[in-house]
Every structure is written in C-alpha cells, then in structure tokens.
C-alpha cells in the first residue's frame, strides 16, 4: 500500500509536470514558428509581385534593337560625311 | 478499490489529458505551418518562373549595347582622333578620359586635352559635324578645329566684322514699388501708351 502511495505522489508531482512541461515547450516552439512562416510567405507573395513587370524586358529588348540600329544608321551616315582624322 | 488505486487513475488520466491537449494544439500549429510554408513555396514557384528569361533578355540587351558601344567610340576615334577623341568624353563627362576607350586600351595613357574649357558642347558639335560650323570657317580644310593656346583668337573669329558694343544711353531700369518716382496709375495708363519713362523721370 506504501508503494502505491509512493507512485501516485511520484506520478502527480513528478510525472504530470514533466509531460506538461514537455508538451508545453513543443507547442511553443510550433507556435513561434506560425508567425515566421507568415512572413516569409507574404514576402515571396510580394517579390512574385515585383517580377510581374519582368515580361517588359522583351520590350525594351526589342526596343535596344531597334535603337542600336537607328545609331548603326547614323553612324554610318557620319562616316560618309564626315572626313577621317588625319593620319587616322 | 483502494484509495491509492483510485489516485494513481486520476493521476494517469490527468497525464493523458495533458498530452492530448497539448499534442492537438501542436498539430493544428503544424498545420498551419504547412498552410504557410505551401504559400510561400506558391511565390517561390512564381519568382523562379518570372526570372527565368531575365538571363537571356539581359544578355541580349547588354551584347546590342555592346556593340553600339563599339561602333560609336570607332567611329568617334575614326573621325576626331584618339587623343581628341578622349578630350571630348572628358568634356562631356569629367573623369571618363581616366577610364579610356573600352576597345582601345592605351586611351587611358592619352593625355585627354581641355577640349571644353576652350569651346562649349554646343559650338564643339558644330565643330566636330561640320566644316561649315563658324568656328571652322577660318580654315574648313585644317586639321585643327581648335587653337588650345590662343583659344579667344579662335572665339573671336566667330566675328568677322568686330564685336559688337555696348549700346550708349539705354534707358536704365525702371525703380518699381510704392516708393518707387514714378507711380503707375492704372486709370490713366490701361490700354495707351506710357506719357512718360522712367529713365527720364528718374535720372
């Protein structure tokens, strides 16, 4: 009878704290974890957001193009107008 | 049952509870850690396939610039020269003669001449586009747009027939406010022209 008595004191006072403690800190440690989550979500959401005007680089590629061939034009207008440095 | 039986149930089912409590909240944590962590693999996912062609695109942007690059500091050393050529980006641009002509290496070692100290951009373009520009007219086959040493003989051309004077006896700038000699009077002065000015009245 003693010996019960002596585990149930050990499981009430020992026992259930421990596991309560235990469990405690891993739903801590989860919880914490939520609000980093969160964030980081949100944070690709936005930076896939900044990306969206990616697709305007094809214009202005197109638009380089274009452009470096306009000043190739000239370019090659000067070059019949005007006369080469001397000795050049 | 004996007392101490009926405790340690009460104590075993108390460390159940606990567990279930806590264990349930850890799961519903857990799930929405992973709510989470599929909405940012979603933008994860998004960025890499928006970035994908960025490489590509700026590759070939950056080769055309190259080669318009290319093709303007040719043509700007083919027709003024490297030495004048280097002068002139170092007009435009102060500093750039230190960092040279990306394709001619030894443009760094040219000393770059004070092309704009002597003449401003806009006359040096004329210059440098035509040989009927002004600054040019004095000798149109030359080789040298530009006196460094005598830099006023050369501005002076742009004058042929002298430069002009000073007008004499313009009248001087009229004194205005509530204290000012003469007063404007709207009744009088709307719409005709002035009786009187005030160079005269205030001199």
């Known amino acids: ?88 | 049952m004996p007392a101490a039986g009926v405790v340690m149930i009460i104590a075993v089912v108390a460390i159940v509870a606990a567990a279930v409590f806590y264990l349930v909240s850890t799961i519903v944590a857990l799930r929405r850690i992973t709510a989470g962590l599929d909405e940012a693999i979603g933008g994860v996912v998004g960025i890499i396939e928006k970035s994908a062609p960025v490489e590509e695109v700026v590759n070939t942007i950056n080769e055309n610039l190259d080669a318009g690059v290319d093709l303007l500091e040719g043509l700007l050393v083919k027709k003024a020269g490297l030495s004048d050529a280097v002068g002139l980006i170092d007009g435009l641009y102060p500093g750039a003669a230190a960092q040279g002509l990306r394709n001619i290496p030894e443009s760094k070692d040219v000393k770059a001449p004070r092309i704009s100290e002597v003449y401003t951009r806009g006359t040096l373009t004329l210059a440098r586009l035509g040989r009927e520009a002004p600054i040019a007219a004095a000798s149109p086959n030359g080789p040298a747009l530009r006196d460094p040493v005598y830099g006023s003989k050369a501005s002076a051309a742009l004058y042929p027939e002298g430069r002009p004077g000073r007008v004499p006896n313009l009248p001087r700038s009229p004194v205005i406010g509530v204290d000012s000699p003469v007063q404007y009077d709207p009744d009088e002065e709307v719409g005709v022209p002035r009786k009187r000015m005030p160079a005269r009245q205030g001199s």
């Open chain 1, 1 to 88: 009878m003693t010996l019960e008595w002596i585990g149930d004191v050990i499981l009430l006072v020992v026992v259930l704290p421990v596991v309560i403690y235990l469990l405690h800190g891993v739903l801590t440690a989860a919880n914490s974890i939520v609000p980093s989550v969160n964030r980081i979500a949100g944070a690709a959401q936005r930076g896939s957001a900044d990306l969206d005007a990616v697709p305007l680089l094809l214009h202005t590629q197109e638009q380089v193009i274009a452009t470096v061939g306009v000043v190739a034009d000239y370019g090659g207008s000067l070059d019949v107008i005007l006369d080469d440095q001397q000795g050049a």
